[in-house]
């Protein structure tokens, strides 16, 4: 039962670095999310794609990127890693699509970055 | 726009004591209202959920009503275990069925 799989766990990076945290989700589920989360503020969605082949931007898309690889893996992308990007992420799946959420989000263990 | 917030953590409880997680939201219509737990090493997870006014979400031992009118939508449970430490998220649905959370508690159970 992997669920959403999400790597690395942790990554250190100094300004200026590039790098791409990877989600794999086995639920066969369309819609797949990237959030992040910061101390006392809650989770923010950065990017999101309804099925394999499109992504929308969310709440905080800048200095991020991401691919739909296809319908299982949703990666994210940090060209160039700013002390602001220091966070941690998640990924998550639904069955539903984004546009009508019911609630059932499916979240991997999350990936600590720390930009120096 | 759309908010939640939660009480401050970390809330920090004898085991078999009563809990309270306070959850106020500030939303244009009726939106749903979720309660999501993340233990320990994990993602978060689904705990409950309520779609509408007066109704009740449980799971687990915990409950959670959907208040109107006083646009609340508190997590309690009875008597908390060990087991239940971990960070608690409240969230709601928006018009646009995108998921608004609040900043999440920590609940810490001592034995």
């Known amino acids: 039962n992997a669920g959403v799989t999400q790597t690395p766990k942790f990554q250190v990076l100094k300004t200026g670095q590039s790098m791409t945290l990877q989600c794999a989700q086995d639920?066969?589920?369309?819609?797949m999310y990237w959030y992040r989360q910061d101390p006392g503020m809650g989770l923010r969605l950065i990017y999101y794609?309804?099925?394999?082949?499109?992504?929308d931007k969310g709440e905080v898309p800048n200095g991020y990127n991401v691919s739909r690889l296809n319908k299982r893996e949703f990666s994210l992308r940090l060209e160039s890693a700013a002390p602001s990007q220091t966070s941690v992420y998640f990924c998550?799946?639904?069955?539903?699509?984004?546009?009508?959420?019911?609630?059932?989000?499916?979240f991997g263990e999350g990936s600590r970055l720390t930009v120096l | 726009g759309d908010s939640v917030t939660q009480m401050e953590g970390p809330v920090t409880l004898s085991e078999e004591a009563f809990l309270t997680i306070n959850c106020t939201y500030t939303?244009?219509?009726?939106?749903?209202l979720f309660w999501y737990v993340q233990y320990p090493g994990e993602g978060l997870q689904l705990l409950l959920k309520?779609?509408?006014a007066d109704d009740k979400g449980s799971n687990k031992g915990f409950e959670a009503t959907y208040r109107k009118e006083t646009t609340s939508f508190h997590l309690e449970k009875g008597s908390v275990q060990v087991s239940d430490s971990a960070v608690y998220f409240c969230?709601?649905?928006?018009?646009?069925?995108?998921?608004?959370w609040g900043a999440g508690t920590k609940l810490i159970i001592k034995p």
């Open positions: 939303a244009t219509g009726y939106p749903s």
């Open positions: 309520a779609t509408k």
């Open positions: 998550a799946s639904s069955a539903e699509p984004p546009t009508g959420i019911t609630g059932e989000l499916f």
């Open positions: 639920m066969n589920h369309n819609s």
């Open positions: 794609s309804a099925s394999e082949g499109t992504t």
């Open positions: 969230a709601l649905s928006d018009s646009n069925y995108q998921l608004i």
